[in-house]
């Protein structure tokens, strides 16, 4: 049972340009969602996250929009910069879920320069 | 330390054979996770520590895979008699967070022991 869905495995977009990362997800007992982005051969690196009560949050570059209704996150990245080029996972937590965080399959990133 | 150390990088193990990685999570980090990350996939829970305390067992696939944190640090994930199905790589991330969370629970990943299994 996927709770957390990412059904696009690869993304490419043109520098300067904005990226949409999308993520859909069955649980509605989630109260935080994460992104989390993974370069080759590391770990994966917390990059911003949202609370269940919010729609939007923002951190520079990177902004994540939270539908509730639909069940649907994304993340939008703008402008896109080579250096963007990863797997970002979605991923989500539950307090009632105890601490277990579920990932998403990840989306790859491509930005062309 | 700076940072989640695990080691070895890279494992190759015969079929059969017993194999331990061990991690080393950021220093005064209460809560330890290992998941599982296999080819093209997202990381998978295995299982979870509060400082010793094993508190979440569900995710390992199976009573070959055995989790440790002895004396609430570092902590050890062996797995017995290894098939080729346990290929994957196996990802150690620790938090401050104990107890109820009051906001995102972040984890610190280390960069991963990659495990084939020949």
């Known amino acids: 049972d996927q709770q957390v869905k990412q059904n696009s495995p690869s993304l490419s977009v043109q520098e300067g340009r904005i990226s949409i990362l999308n993520c859909d997800y069955t649980?509605?007992?989630?109260?935080?969602f994460l992104w989390y982005k993974k370069y080759p051969a590391e770990g994966p690196t917390f990059l911003i996250s949202?609370?269940?009560?919010?729609d939007k949050n923002e951190d520079g570059r990177f902004t994540v929009f939270l539908n509730k209704s639909a069940k649907h996150l994304s993340l939008h990245i703008v402008p896109s910069q080579p250096g963007d080029s990863a797997v970002y996972f979605c991923a989500a937590s539950s307090v009632t879920g105890g601490f277990k965080t579920i990932f998403g399959a990840g989306t790859r990133l491509f930005v062309k320069a | 330390g700076a940072g989640v150390s695990q080691s070895p990088r890279y494992k190759v193990a015969k079929r059969g054979q017993d194999v331990a990685l061990r991690c080393d999570p950021i220093?005064?980090?209460?809560?330890l996770f290992w998941y599982q990350q296999a080819l093209g996939q997202g990381p998978e829970f295995l299982t979870y520590?509060?400082?010793?305390?094993?508190?979440?067992k569900s995710g390992l696939p199976s009573d070959r895979f055995f989790a440790e944190r002895p004396e609430g640090s570092v902590s050890t994930l062996k797995i017995q008699r290894t098939q080729q199905e346990d290929s994957a790589v196996y990802l150690c991330a620790s938090s401050p967070t104990q107890g109820l969370f009051t906001g995102a629970n972040v984890l610190t990943f280390g960069a991963g022991s990659r495990l084939t299994v020949l």
């Open positions: 520590f509060q400082n010793e305390a094993q508190l979440d």
């Open positions: 949202i609370s269940s009560i919010k």
């Open positions: 649980n509605s007992m989630f109260d935080y």
């Open positions: 220093s005064g980090h209460v809560s």
